[in-house]
């Protein structure tokens, strides 16, 4: 077995032990379901775990305004991306994503923000927001490789309350559906 088929195996099964939160840990706080106001509020990114409906491994993120959740489906390779950082291991060489932070670094870039931006037809969308030159430069990306990029960098993520709106993770009664 490959090591990075090692690794993902790894981390899948680490992710899935040590990460699902227990349900009482998913339960909204109380007060918490009005919808924040001033537009995109900074989340922490909760854990990467495994959508027992779908099967699928997602990223579950958590609003620092209002402490909403949304849950995002993501691939097996994405999963891994953000776990990697999410739980501060480092492989013995560079994934995709710490590369691109290397060339960011050797051409004086600095990752400043990503935003998720929207929710169309259950896709995602994003931006990833750069310093080049003093000047914000803002690209669009994969919501997956935003995430795992922002948290190489320690850069916020951020998430427009319209892509909450659409795509939280409660069920009827306040409750997660993940």
Do not use: C
């Amino acid at each position: 077995m490959r090591w990075s088929s090692r690794v993902a195996t790894a981390a899948m099964v680490v992710l899935v032990v040590t990460t699902v939160p227990q349900p009482a840990a998913l339960a909204p706080a109380p007060g918490s379901d009005a919808p924040g106001v001033g537009g995109p509020q900074e989340v922490e990114v909760l854990a990467v775990l495994i959508d027992p409906r779908l099967r699928t491994p997602a990223v579950l993120l958590q609003g620092k305004r209002d402490r909403r959740r949304l849950a995002m489906a993501i691939g097996p390779m994405e999963a891994q991306a953000i776990a990697v950082p999410l739980h501060g291991a480092t492989p013995p060489r560079p994934l995709t994503h710490d590369l691109v932070l290397t060339v960011f670094g050797r051409l004086n870039v600095s990752l400043a923000r990503v935003v998720i931006t929207d929710l169309k037809d259950d896709i995602y969308y994003a931006t990833v927001h750069l310093v080049v030159d003093g000047r914000d430069v803002a690209l669009d990306a994969r919501p997956s490789d935003a995430i795992a990029l922002a948290l190489r960098a320690r850069a916020p993520v951020l998430v427009e309350d319209r892509v909450f709106d659409k795509g939280g993770v409660t069920e009827p009664g306040g409750r997660p559906s993940i």
